[in-house]
Structure formats: structure tokens, C-alpha cells
């Protein structure tokens, strides 16, 4: 079994930052590729961004690409998402999710384990 905490949300105002981090417990990281979604009060959750194991891949969704920064740190068995130039749009719980495969997925479906969110709220 795999526990994900996520850190890191919080209030900001339009244009300012963020870093949200996911930290594992039980199991490691290790050859999991690990997403981060999001949900909207009264969206479906939606996929944000994904990493590979390695960290060598990654995929972003449309909204978020050049403002969203995945990474990961396998030494602190964390993955991190930089949020800049924050949007009232992107005001969600996030989650952070892992595969039992070292495979990027879009789908929630396609993820194992997850953590229990962390309110991001964007001022405008």
C-alpha cells in the first residue's frame, strides 16, 4: 500500500504562486508514475499534470501548460507541483495520485492510490 499526503495549498491572489507537495508513506515512489488532478466545486475532477519514475517524462494538461511545473525528488520520495501565475480557474481541491505502473495516464481510473487533496483558492 501506497499513503500520499499532499502540502502546500492555500490562498493566493491572481498571479502569484504555489507549490504543492505529495510525499509517500508505506511504499515508496519508486517506478510509479504519479499525476496530479484536481476538482472544482461542482466539476468532475480533471487531470492536471503526470511524471514518470524517472522523471524523465511529463505531460501536462492545456490549461496548465507553461504555467505548471511537475517534478520530483526520489531521495525525499516527493513529487511537487509549481503552480505560477495562478488563475481564479484553477481554484480546486488538488489530488495526488499514483499508478502501480511507470506509465503517464490522463484518466483517474488509470491510478492506484491517493491522497486526501488540498484546497488551492485563487483570489481575483
Known amino acids: 500500500q501506497v499513503q500520499l499526503v499532499e502540502s502546500g495549498g492555500g490562498l493566493v491572489q491572481a498571479g502569484g504562486s504555489l507549490r504543492l507537495s505529495c510525499t509517500a508513506s508505506g511504499q515508496t515512489f519508486n517506478r510509479r508514475a504519479v499525476g496530479w488532478f484536481r476538482q472544482a466545486p461542482g466539476k468532475e475532477r480533471e487531470f492536471v499534470a503526470a511524471?514518470?519514475?524517472?522523471?524523465?517524462?511529463?505531460q501536462y494538461a492545456a490549461p496548465v501548460t507553461g504555467r505548471f511545473t511537475i517534478s520530483r525528488d526520489s531521495a525525499k520520495n516527493t513529487v511537487y507541483l509549481q503552480m505560477n501565475n495562478l488563475r481564479p480557474e484553477d481554484t480546486a481541491v488538488y489530488y495526488c495520485?499514483?499508478?502501480?505502473?511507470?506509465?503517464?495516464?490522463?484518466?483517474?481510473?488509470?491510478?492506484?492510490?491517493w491522497g486526501q487533496g488540498t484546497q488551492v483558492t485563487v483570489s481575483s
Open positions: 511524471i514518470s519514475w524517472g522523471g524523465g517524462a511529463t
Open positions: 495520485a499514483a499508478r502501480t505502473l511507470n506509465i503517464l495516464a490522463t484518466t483517474d481510473s488509470a491510478y492506484n492510490y
